[in-house]
């Protein structure tokens, strides 16, 4: 099983738990290399006008028997979609 957390990063400010980050997503083995699962997580902040700098990261759980691999430009890979209101 791997455990894997997502975070986003707001003008250089990690936001979340510490180790964790906003979302812990825990995906099983099926015995098929390159399984994934789908997830979604959301943040809202209220920022003043101007430009800003928003990333979103992952780590994995170094006690899991799987790793979390985001590969770009593929089928699995993970997407981020910004609204502004």
Excluded at 12 to 40: C, K, L, M, N
Excluded at 56 to 82: H, K
Aim: with cysteine.
């Amino acid at each position: 099983m791997a455990h894997c957390g997502f975070r986003f990063v707001i003008d250089g400010v990690a936001q979340g738990d510490g180790t964790w980050g906003d979302e812990i997503i825990g995906v099983g083995r099926t015995g098929h290399p390159g399984w994934f699962s789908s997830w979604s997580i959301g943040r809202e902040v209220a920022l003043v006008a101007g430009t800003h700098s928003i990333k979103l990261q992952m780590t994995g759980w170094s006690g899991s028997d799987a790793a979390c691999l985001n590969v770009a430009n593929s089928y699995g890979a993970a997407r981020l979609w910004l609204e502004g209101y």
